[in-house]
């Protein structure tokens, strides 16, 4: 594949912008942009798709389809025929939430009725329900939400659908089974009401202190396996050894075998329904290293659910 005609597309892998013409089990997908409480949010995430696309020519993935991925046991792609489609950034008039929703939603709502699984870049942290409304009404899933905060604000300067709010959002939807909230941390906008509406929600919330405490494999096998999963991980719930790319970097985090136990676990039972990164701002990382992690989680997933 020549790497002038892809325009640097994930992995050099092809560019179909119109999703409803995807034939490949994944679908990589930008946005750029989500409902922010201030205009100056909106450029903070913007270049971080771009950036993911980037660091898969720069480490060479792209580039070497035939060679061997020890994360996988074997090559990424080992007939060269790529099982990953790019579609592309999703493009909207920024300055209005609602249409950022609306074209978020319409972008990945053929994937999901295809049974396509989204590989999502972000882009605020009010992303995510965006991802769960694209599912609704197409059967019931589960929801895995790594981050070192709730977001379980029920508004925020009298705004709803801001990046305190997403888990609450998302709890709405009917589409919505179990809700298992991994790798909180710290201090963010949650007050003790927010905790107790969501355990009041059923939601199952694990801090990192627990996780550290119990293993990443016992969490894993905790999760229940009766519906896929929709996994969500705002890049603050890592570890900033991994993912200093951040606007609200704290010490601690789940390390990548934390997070790459989860995320392989579910994607060898063959249960990502989609997968969606938040909050990596690009103008923060170090070398690349947050990119890198999204990147190699991706391939992990698309290597492992086959």
């Not at 993935?61 to 074997?74: C, I, P, T």
């Not at 719930?237 to 136990?261: C, K, M, N, Q, R």
Request: include cysteine.
């Amino acid at each position: 594949m020549n790497l002038a005609t892809t325009n640097a597309s994930f992995l050099n892998v092809p560019t179909v912008t119109d999703t409803s013409l995807v034939e490949t089990p994944y679908a990589f997908v930008g946005i750029p942009y989500g409902p922010p409480y201030k205009p100056a949010d909106l450029a903070a995430c913007e270049g971080a798709a771009d950036a993911v696309r980037a660091i898969t020519h720069e480490m060479a993935y792209a580039l070497n389809w035939s060679h061997y991925d020890f994360d996988l046991g074997r090559p990424m792609f080992e007939d060269g025929v790529p099982t990953v489609t790019d579609c592309g950034n999703v493009e909207t008039d920024v300055r209005d939430p609602d249409a950022i929703w609306a074209a978020g939603v319409a972008k990945l709502r053929p994937l999901a009725q295809a049974g396509r699984v989204p590989l999502v870049v972000g882009g605020l942290d009010s992303i995510p329900p965006i991802v769960v409304e694209a599912f609704d009404g197409l059967g019931t899933y589960n929801i895995l939400h790594v981050d070192a905060h709730l977001d379980f604000r029920e508004e925020l300067h009298g705004v709803t659908r801001g990046y305190s709010s997403p888990i609450r959002r998302i709890r709405e939807y009917g589409c919505v089974g179990e809700v298992v909230q991994v790798g909180l941390r710290s201090m963010g906008s949650a007050r003790p009401s927010d905790v107790a509406d969501a355990r009041a929600a059923g939601n199952r919330i694990i801090t990192t202190w627990e996780l550290q405490e119990a293993g990443a494999q016992s969490v894993l096998d905790s999760l229940p396996t009766d519906n896929k999963w929709i996994i969500t991980i705002d890049c603050d719930g890592l570890d900033p050894s991994i993912a200093p790319g951040v606007g609200w970097p704290e010490p601690g985090g789940l390390s990548y075998f934390d997070i790459a136990t989860l995320v392989r676990g579910l994607a060898e039972k063959g249960l990502v329904a989609a997968i969606v990164f938040t909050e990596f701002q690009p103008g923060h990382d170090v070398r690349g290293t947050t990119a890198k992690t999204i990147a190699r989680l991706f391939m992990n997933v698309m290597g492992l659910q086959r």
